[in-house]
């Protein structure tokens, strides 16, 4: 087993742990950097991994520096699954819906007023993504088993 820490290391945000077995890929939590514009910027910074390869998300918790990733990776073509608690899910489909839309409205404010190096500013994810996202998601129970890959 392999586990390569993604984020949540060197601070408390951007939480993501790859962990790998010999046939299996599994990315456990998913979140957004927060905080300082050096660590946002890392949101944008392609992950070094091969998201075809990830067989699931597991997700700990909803809180943004958690989950907050999971509509990037689905924008880039992630389609696995994500399993985490029916309570987390329902958690999740408001955060990342309103984080969605939150970011549309600071890129298009940004662009409004010129505050931005960038002529066109553009949201990590908008709401829409957020929303296509929670296809993905699995609930599972407290307590529940299930196999991921070997």
Known sequence: MNITFLGGTETVTGSKFLVETGQTRVLVDCGLFQGYKWLRKRNRQPLPLDIASLDAVLLTHAHLDHSGYIPVLYKQGFRGAVYTHHA????????LADSGHLQEEEAH??????????????????????????????????????????
């Open 88 to 95: 987390t899910r329902e958690l999740c489909s408001i955060l």
């Open 109 to 150: 404010y940004l662009g409004r007023h010129k505050l931005s190096r960038h002529e066109n500013p553009e949201p990590l994810y908008d709401q829409e993504d957020a929303e296509a996202c929670m296809e993905l998601f699995q609930s599972v129970d407290f307590h529940q088993v299930i196999q991921l890959g070997d």
